[in-house]
């Protein structure tokens, strides 16, 4: 054989194996040098409902901010459920009966104060909703939520402390050295609470909403509740902040014990009819809390790391509004 020839022929099988054992390779997955490629992994969301329908706030706008902050954070899938009017839409809001069991967790954001007789749940809403807190269910009660439903006894119970006259119930103060003073039933004033302005957040312990958060931080635009009255039941305080009138702590966040199931109430949030996302829904420490609280009330691992843009103890921290 011609020896050009020759060579040429060993080159081009050479070549052919050489060929067929990196295919070979790739087949059996033999880790070639910056070959390997991790699959992108899927994420699993976290099934939320928001319950409205009625509020001295701005509620419709309310929870178009709520979904939109959720969604932005691609870790829920968010589903609305509206109480119909119970004097215009009688036989709707009779009917009206969401499926709470197939939610993890709940936020209720429906607030009669003032308006008892004319704004409520049907009956069997209220046996539905106690019996899913009742066997494990979690609910975010947000802002207002705490004021509604003063008639309610489970609902009270579920809350813990709510916007009430002072002879409804005890009253829970914070002092210098984070013991819990309680103002008896009758003592003190009714609820309230002063102007909306930047509030210095200081939380207790190491709850799992807030483990790795720092020991205080500034929140946008809050309304500190003073005089939160009820039963306190099961109760457990997880961040105050000072009132200005009283000069004293009252709790800015706490979570309470329900059967099974569990409860998270804030001040955070407030939406005023004549706002346009302002500064206390853009507020990051409100916005971050709150993906937290609802990942711990759902029962899912809850993300410990702090974000860049969390508030420090000297200013707040406004995040752009989310449009889509």
């Known amino acids: 054989m011609n020896t050009i020839y020759y060579k040429k022929f060993i080159m081009c099988t050479l070549i052919l194996l050489c060929n067929m054992v990196f295919i070979q390779a790739q087949t059996i997955n033999i880790p070639f040098e910056n070959n390997i490629i991790e699959p992108k992994k899927s994420i699993k969301k976290i099934p939320v409902l928001i319950v409205d329908g009625f509020s001295n706030h701005h509620w419709r706008l309310n929870t178009k901010y709520l979904k939109q902050i959720l969604e932005a954070s691609e870790k829920f899938d968010v589903s609305i459920s509206t109480c119909p009017n119970q004097t215009e839409n009688k036989s709707e809001w009779r009917n009206w009966n969401p499926n709470f069991s197939d939610y993890p967790v709940v936020i209720q954001t429906c607030n009669n104060i003032n308006k ?133 702590n009252f709790p800015m966040e706490w979570v309470v014990k329900y059967g099974k199931g569990k409860v998270y109430c804030s001040t955070y949030g407030h939406l005023w009819h004549n706002q346009d996302w302002p500064p206390s829904m853009r507020c990051a420490a409100f916005q971050q809390s709150m993906i937290r609280s609802l990942q711990w009330l759902s029962g899912h691992e809850v993300d410990n790391y702090v974000e860049s843009d969390f508030p420090t103890d000297k200013n707040p921290v406004l995040r752009l509004p989310i449009e889509y």
């Open 116 to 248: 008892e007789a004319k704004l409520q749940w049907p009956d069997a809403v209220k046996v539905s909703f106690q019996k899913y807190v009742k066997e494990g269910g979690g609910v975010y009660m947000y802002h207002g939520a705490t004021n509604a439903f003063k008639s309610w006894r489970a609902y009270n119970d579920m809350i813990g402390l709510g916007w009430r006259n002072k002879d409804f119930g005890i009253a829970i103060t914070i002092d210098g050295s984070e013991n819990i003073k309680i103002v008896p039933k009758g003592k003190g004033e009714n609820t309230g609470h002063g102007k909306r302005r930047d509030v210095l957040i200081t939380r207790m312990g190491n709850h799992p909403i807030h483990l790795g958060m720092p020991k205080k931080w500034v929140g946008a635009d809050i309304e500190v509740y003073r005089y939160g009255r009820g039963t306190k039941k099961n109760l457990e305080v997880l961040s105050y902040a000072k009132d200005e009138k009283t000069g004293l």
